[in-house]
């Protein structure tokens, strides 16, 4: 079956970094996203993941070991506006179509002064 | 942003009658989704398009229709609503097919919260 784990909530202080992590089980690999949601809003797009390794972009950076199911988002230099739910979707290969994600539930990170 | 919007973004319903939500794109892109978001499960698929008329039903389809009649829409009907259909949907939409080393990201439109009474 499909199963992607992230932890629930997490908690930060402003200006330090933190890690979040999701460890995926699917039907095939085509690729790992991370995407940000504040409340009440539209999960924008953060980073995307298809090869192992590390992608940094600016504050945001994503890693992906694809032997062992399992990547992570680091945000460095927190921020307030940082706080939000973050989303960790896997797309792999269901029915015949290779395009759909399924996420995780999410991680709410609370950033604290 | 990509350019998607969804109507109502708002609707309050009562069980058992017909609801119809809208997504619209200007972006032109071939593929658009629907998802449902609920405490404790994450977005969950209901259905998919790739293309005009072209449609397949996701991991939560029961209970939800869809069509597609020209690029830029992409219809979801509650047949007849249920309380456990309350929910926020979230339309997206994707350019292509992703390739090995294509990203085909999938971006939300602000979403639909739905209330059925």
């Known amino acids: 079956g499909q199963n992607i784990d992230q932890p629930t909530e997490m908690t930060a202080t402003e200006g330090a970094i933190v890690q979040i992590n999701c460890t995926y089980q699917t039907s095939g690999f085509n690729g790992l996203f991370w995407y940000q949601q504040h409340a009440g809003e539209a999960p924008t797009f953060l980073s995307y993941n298809v090869l192992d390794g590390l992608e940094e972009k600016g504050r945001f950076s994503s890693f992906l070991s694809r032997s062992k199911g399992y990547s992570y988002l680091l945000l460095k230099e927190l921020q307030m506006k940082d706080s939000a739910s973050y989303l960790c979707?896997?797309?792999?290969?269901?029915?015949?179509?290779?395009?759909?994600?399924?996420f995780g539930t999410g991680t709410l990170l609370a950033v604290q002064p | 942003d990509a350019g998607i919007t969804q109507s109502p973004r708002h609707k309050v319903t009562e069980t058992g009658t017909p609801v119809t939500l809208r997504c619209h794109q200007t972006e032109n892109h071939r593929y658009m989704y629907w998802y449902r978001q609920d405490p404790g499960h994450g977005l969950r698929l209901i259905h998919y398009s790739y293309g005009v008329k072209d449609t397949d039903k996701g991991e939560v389809s029961d209970g939800y229709s869809v069509s597609r009649s020209k690029t830029e829409d992409f219809l979801l009907t509650l047949e007849s609503a249920t309380s456990s259909q309350t929910s926020v949907y979230f339309c997206a939409i994707s350019e292509t097919v992703a390739g090995v080393f294509s990203t085909d990201t999938q971006y939300f439109g602000p979403g639909t919260r739905l209330t059925v009474l």
């Open positions: 979707a896997v797309r792999g290969l269901y029915g015949g179509a290779t395009n759909k994600l399924i």
